[in-house]
C-alpha cells in the first residue's frame, strides 16, 4: 500500500512559535487530509486539499498540496499551548482513485507547546 | 447528536478471549471503518463497510472480524485475542461522497495480557 512519510517525528516549540511540518509520499496524490489528535481522542480534520498547488487556510493553521503532488505542508503560526497534540497527513489509499474512505495515514507529529 | 460513539473505553483481555468493540453512530453515514493506531506508526486501517450488508478487508484484517447489519453500528470483533492487538482502536464514519472528512470515535484501549 501507499506510505506517507511525515517530518519531524516530535517537535518542542515555545509558546507564540511558528511551526512546520511536512508529508511526503513516493506516489501521486490528488488528495491530501491533515488531522490533528489531542491527547487521549480521536483525530479530527483540520484542512482538506484538493489540488496541486492548493493553499488552504484554517485560522491560524495554513496547508499546501505540493505541485508534484507528492508533498504537503501544513505551518502553524503563532503557537498557544491548545495547539498541542498529534498532526497526520492522510491520503487516499489507492493514492489516485475514489477509494471510498481507505485512507492511508502517516506516522504522525507530536507536537509539544512551552507556555 | 452523539456523533460516533464506541464502548467499551477501556478493556483488558487474556490471550486466547475473545471480545466485541462497539461501535454507533447518528448522523446516518454510509461509510464505516476500523481503525489501529500504534505509536510511531499512524492509524492503520482494519476494516471498512461502505453500507449494511458490505464489508472489506483494510490494511491490517487478520485477526478481527466485522459485520454491517444496520447503517447505524458497525461492531469489530477479537475471535482469540493476542498480545500483538494491544492498541487503541477508533472507529470512523463518513458520507460516501465526502470521504475525506471522517468523524473518528473517542476510541476503545485494549491490553492483551
Known amino acids: 500500500g501507499q506510505q506517507l ?11 507564540g512559535e511558528d511551526v512546520s511540518m511536512n ?31 492548493e493553499l488552504t487556510s484554517n485560522g491560524r493553521l495554513t496547508a499546501q ?13 503563532a503557537s498557544i499551548p491548545s495547539d498541542v497534540g498529534i498532526y497526520f497527513c492522510a491520503g487516499p489509499a489507492n493514492a489516485g482513485g475514489t477509494s471510498y474512505g481507505k485512507l492511508t495515514f502517516g506516522q504522525g507529529t507530536i507536537l509539544t507547546v512551552h507556555p | ?6 464502548t467499551p473505553k477501556f478493556q483488558v483481555l487474556k490471550t486466547g478471549q475473545s471480545m466485541t468493540l462497539q461501535c454507533a453512530q447518528d448522523m446516518n453515514h454510509e461509510y464505516m471503518s476500523w481503525y489501529r493506531q500504534d505509536p510511531g506508526m499512524g492509524l492503520r486501517l482494519i476494516h471498512y463497510s461502505v453500507g449494511a450488508g458490505i464489508t472489506d478487508q483494510g490494511e ?3 485477526g478481527y472480524n466485522v459485520s454491517r447489519s444496520t447503517t447505524e453500528d458497525f461492531p469489530l470483533r ?5 498480545p500483538s492487538q494491544t492498541s487503541v482502536y477508533f472507529c470512523a464514519s463518513s458520507y460516501l461522497g465526502a470521504w475525506g472528512t471522517q468523524y473518528f470515535g473517542p476510541g476503545t484501549r485494549l491490553l492483551v495480557l
Open chain 2, 1 to 6: 447528536n452523539a456523533g460516533v460513539t464506541q
Open chain 1, 23 to 53: 508529508c511526503t509520499s513516493s506516489s501521486i496524490f490528488n488528495t491530501w487530509l491533515w488531522y490533528k489528535q489531542d491527547p487521549g481522542e480521536g483525530p479530527v480534520l483540520l484542512i482538506a486539499l484538493y489540488k496541486a498547488g
Open chain 2, 78 to 82: 477479537l475471535l482469540s485475542a493476542a
Open chain 1, 65 to 77: 498540496f505540493g505541485i508534484t503532488r507528492k508533498d504537503s505542508f501544513l505551518n502553524i503560526s
Open chain 2, 60 to 62: 491490517v484484517p487478520n
Open chain 1, 5 to 15: 512519510n511525515q517530518s519531524p517525528q516530535s517537535m518542542f516549540i515555545q509558546e
